[in-house]
């Protein structure tokens, strides 16, 4: 695989995959899917959350990541199946949705590592089935790294695409793999992976307050809080699917030529818009 932009021709039904991968990650954001479905744009609920609520949800999805991350690999089975079974997953997810939109707030605790697990579960068979070997420590890292694509930062911030993400986050899962590769394992306690979790976090947790001020929206409760845990579910899946059909199409045609690909479909994607 090469860093430098060649001449390629790039076979119809990839070229078909990367259109679709663009799609999945340059697409509509996870707070105007919810918006869609509760009426009312969900960052009118954040400003109501109080403050102590925000402090607890920061450590909330930082123990549901890690832990999340070992059961979801460790439990995959070796051979990936035809294609992903997600299905299931995301009806687990529905499930304990509507326990925490049952119960409320206090109900996160309980549902929010499940759901994480389920989560990565379909998102390492989403990698498997693209290619990726989780044996390997790479690969694991980028299944968690699909968490931190799936929150779009601010309009004004020029750095909201896919892969300006992605060249910050690769960095700290070089220095991951590297850490690891000297010690023979991951040392949560090391500057270098408290740098790498903490950024995850910060990008997931953005998606995850959304989730958790749609389920304050006394007119969604348990019915509600399934159907928002499914898209939810449904926003990062496709989130992988794009983000592992790049990493396959980079291995075959190289990183540069797929990135100005990319670019050249995201610019018209994003001009389409506009007009």
Do not use: W
Request: charged residues 20%; proline residues 4%.
């Amino acid at each position: 695989m090469t860093d430098d932009v060649t001449l390629f021709a790039i076979a119809p039904a990839d070229d078909a995959a990367l259109k679709n991968a663009v799609r999945q990650l340059e697409g509509r954001n996870f707070a105007a899917r919810l918006a869609d479905y509760a009426g009312v744009p969900v960052h009118r609920v954040l400003g109501f959350l109080p403050k102590p609520v925000n402090r607890q949800l920061s450590g909330l999805v930082r123990k549901a990541v890690m832990k999340g991350l070992e059961v979801a690999v460790d439990t995959l089975d070796e051979k990936p199946p035809r294609t992903p079974a997600i299905g299931f997953s995301s009806f687990l997810a529905g499930v304990t949705g509507g326990v925490s939109g049952l119960f409320g707030f206090g109900a996160l605790a309980v549902e929010l590592p499940m759901t994480t697990t389920l989560m990565l579960r379909a998102i390492a068979e989403i990698a498997q089935h693209q290619g990726e070997d989780l044996a390997t420590l790479e690969a694991r890292l980028a299944c968690l790294e699909v968490f931190a694509y799936g929150a779009k930062p601010d309009a004004d911030n020029i750095d909201v695409g896919y892969y300006a993400a992605r060249a910050l986050i690769s960095k700290y899962t070089h220095d991951v793999a590297a850490l690891a590769l000297e010690r023979g394992a991951i040392d949560a306690s090391a500057p270098v992976v408290a740098g790498f979790v903490s950024e995850i976090v910060s990008r997931f947790g953005l998606v995850v307050s959304d989730k958790v001020a749609a389920g304050a929206l006394p007119v969604l409760g348990a019915l509600g809080g399934a159907t928002v845990n499914m898209i939810f579910m449904d926003h990062f899946q496709r989130i992988a699917q794009g983000h592992f059909a790049l990493r396959r199409l980079e291995r075959r045609y190289g990183s540069a030529n797929i990135r100005a690909r990319y670019d050249e479909l995201a610019a018209r994607k994003s001009d389409a818009l506009r007009h």
